[in-house]
């Protein structure tokens, strides 16, 4: 039972050009939603995140997205560079629980920069 | 100086056998968690923990067990090791009236 689903297991993009990752949430329960940024052999690395109250929310080349009567976000990289290759995580939480529920996963999505 | 740290980095063992593997954060953080990364790369959660109260995932068989000496440490004991329970394991942390975790390098546990 995936409550946050990320479809597109890798997405390969032109260095310079927009990337965009996409993220899928069916519990409405979830009211903060995150993104973190994975390299091999090391831990997962905070990005950006976003409050149910907003649209949108950026920072530098990241800015996210969130489309709450569509239960979509998307984070989007702009312009891309070669060390934004990594896997990155939607991640959902009910921040009224107080952060006992711990973070709900997407599977990832691998972000390739060609050069 | 590393936020979260998890020791041993890879841990290969027998089954039935008992291991532990260690975290410790030095951000202040009030509460901290573990967290399973299977085969099929779901990072899933399975513990929460501060001081006053843990909260356990319900899948989680009960071999699993979490041990905090004190705030900035959080112990994962596994008893009677299975095949399944290869994985990587990772540590994070939060302050109180936080959002964002803060995760440890993960802890790859073979099981042969």
């Known amino acids: 039972d995936q409550q946050v689903k990320q479809n597109s297991p890798s997405l390969s993009v032109q260095e310079g050009r927009i990337s965009i990752l996409n993220c899928d949430y069916t519990?409405?329960?979830?009211?903060?939603f995150l993104w973190y940024k994975k390299y091999p052999a090391e831990g997962p690395t905070f990005l950006i995140s976003i409050s149910s109250i907003k649209d949108k929310n950026e920072d530098g080349r990241f800015t996210v997205f969130l489309n709450k009567s569509a239960k979509h976000l998307s984070l989007h990289i702009v312009p891309s560079q070669p060390g934004d290759s990594a896997v990155y995580f939607c991640?959902?939480?009910?921040?009224?629980?107080?952060?006992?529920?711990?973070?709900?996963f997407g599977k990832g999505t691998h972000l390739i920069i060609q050069p | 100086d590393t936020a979260v740290s998890q020791t041993p980095k890879y841990l290969v063992t027998q089954m039935g056998n008992d291991k532990s593997i260690k975290c410790e954060q030095n951000l202040g953080h009030d509460t901290m968690y573990w967290y399973k990364q299977d085969s099929k790369k779901f990072l899933k959660i399975m513990f929460s923990y501060n001081n006053k109260e843990l909260i356990i995932n319900e899948t989680v068989p009960n071999r699993f067990s979490p041990k905090s000496p004190d705030k900035a440490h959080l112990n994962l004991h596994i008893n009677s090791l299975e095949l399944g329970d290869s994985a990587v394991y990772f540590c994070?942390?939060?302050?109180?009236?936080?959002?964002?975790?803060?995760f440890g390098p993960g802890t790859r546990l073979t099981v042969t």
């Open positions: 519990n409405s329960m979830f009211d903060y």
């Open positions: 991640a959902a939480t009910m921040y009224s629980g107080g952060g006992a529920d711990g973070l709900t």
């Open positions: 994070a942390s939060m302050r109180a009236g936080g959002y964002e975790q803060y």
